[in-house]
């Protein structure tokens, strides 16, 4: 591996405290959907009163009930349990190259450090994983010092690195003892990484953010043009625009599998778009089911 082939994004210390206001500022904006508990123990919000039982604390007894029934009630509460929440960041090539200002990736790691922020704001656990050939992968954690060590890891990326976003997934699912938010934030330009994508949201609630360049959208006012692939090296030939994926296919797969499905363009502002994105999840409950 030669040094020219990595890139930091940024060593400059001012623009490092810049992009950490930056995540943050996003993480403050965003809602998401509440994951309600269902379980129930000594925690914030009331569930239920049941009937006493021996050996239950008596300052948690519903006086109230007690003295309507003349029975004894002990009053319950909704234990504050989160969902661990997986961020699946793509750090292959194809996301580092950009015909706008921003790149697909830079865009990825301010999202998942603005995602990683709110969810820690819910108590939520966050882990983070690379669905690239770098060894990236961390386990669900509540502290914001390792977030942030994290994406200092990710504003370091190769240009020569291979997709492996449907390994990962694969090597995912196994691992998940316990329902979990999996959020992939990738151009999704890997199409094997649907299918698992699509086995992993019948146990877990999954979000695909998918990140696009606008030259991905065609190329107005040109014929045909020659370029080169930017993992795998290769040539291609193409009519007005970058082939090989499908669109409509992905989201039409994605809604049959009810996995919520996000395009944000790099050229565009993505604030709003994914506030209301995560909000509407929240009002139709998706973190629950």
Same mark, same amino acid.
């Given at each position: 591996?030669?040094?020219?082939?990595?890139?930091?994004?940024?060593?400059?210390?001012?623009?490092?405290?810049q992009?950490?206001?930056?995540?943050?500022r996003?993480?403050?904006?965003?809602?998401? +959907?509440?994951?309600?508990?269902?379980?129930?123990?000594?925690?914030?919000?009331?569930?239920?009163?049941?009937?006493?039982?021996?050996?239950?604390?008596?300052?948690?007894?519903?006086?109230?009930?007690?003295?309507?029934?003349?029975?004894?009630?002990?009053?319950?509460?909704?234990?504050?349990?989160?969902?661990?929440?997986?961020?699946?960041?793509?750090?292959?090539?194809?996301?580092?190259?950009?015909?706008?200002?921003?790149?697909?990736?830079?865009?990825?790691?301010?999202?998942?450090?603005?995602?990683?922020?709110?969810?820690?704001?819910?108590?939520?656990?966050?882990?983070?994983?690379?669905?690239?050939?770098?060894?990236?992968?961390?386990?669900?954690?509540?502290?914001?010092?390792?977030?942030?060590?994290?994406?200092?890891q990710?504003?370091?990326?190769?240009?020569?690195?291979?997709?492996?976003?449907?390994?990962?997934?694969?090597?995912?699912?196994?691992?998940?003892?316990?329902?979990?938010?999996?959020?992939?934030?990738?151009?999704?330009?890997?199409?094997?990484?649907?299918?698992?994508?699509?086995k992993?949201?019948?146990?877990?609630?999954?979000?695909?953010?998918?990140?696009?360049?606008?030259?991905?959208?065609?190329?107005?006012?040109? +014929?045909?043009?020659?370029?080169?692939?930017?993992?795998?090296g290769?040539?291609?030939?193409?009519?007005?625009?970058r082939?090989?994926?499908?669109?409509?296919?992905?989201?039409?797969?994605?809604?049959?599998?009810?996995?919520?499905?996000?395009?944000?363009?790099?050229?565009?502002?993505?604030?709003?778009?994914?506030?209301?994105?995560?909000?509407?999840?929240?009002?139709?409950?998706?973190?629950?089911?």
């Amino acid at each position: 591996m030669t040094p020219n082939q990595y890139r930091l994004e940024s060593i400059d210390t001012l623009d490092t405290r810049q992009f950490v206001m930056a995540v943050r500022r996003l993480a403050d904006s965003l809602s998401f +959907g509440t994951d309600a508990s269902p379980y129930v123990g000594t925690g914030v919000e009331y569930a239920q009163s049941r009937l006493y039982e021996p050996g239950d604390p008596v300052r948690a007894m519903d006086w109230r009930v007690t003295a309507r029934t003349q029975k004894y009630h002990i009053r319950e509460y909704e234990t504050p349990r989160r969902m661990p929440v997986y961020l699946i960041v793509d750090t292959s090539a194809s996301m580092t190259v950009h015909s706008s200002a921003r790149s697909k990736y830079a865009l990825a790691v301010h999202l998942a450090g603005s995602l990683a922020f709110a969810s820690l704001d819910r108590i939520s656990p966050v882990a983070l994983i690379g669905a690239g050939e770098r060894d990236i992968r961390y386990t669900p954690r509540l502290s914001r010092d390792r977030i942030l060590e994290w994406l200092h890891q990710l504003r370091t990326y190769r240009v020569d690195e291979k997709t492996r976003l449907a390994r990962r997934l694969v090597e995912l699912g196994p691992s998940l003892l316990n329902r979990s938010l999996v959020i992939v934030l990738s151009d999704l330009n890997e199409p094997d990484a649907i299918d698992p994508l699509k086995k992993l949201a019948q146990h877990h609630d999954c979000v695909a953010i998918q990140l696009r360049d606008p030259a991905e959208d065609g190329l107005r006012g040109v +014929g045909f043009l020659r370029g080169q692939e930017a993992e795998t090296g290769q040539m291609f030939v193409s009519r007005g625009r970058r082939p090989g994926v499908d669109q409509l296919w992905i989201q039409s797969e994605l809604r049959r599998a009810r996995v919520d499905h996000l395009v944000l363009r790099t050229d565009e502002p993505v604030t709003r778009k994914l506030r209301h994105f995560f909000r509407a999840r929240g009002r139709s409950g998706r973190g629950a089911r």
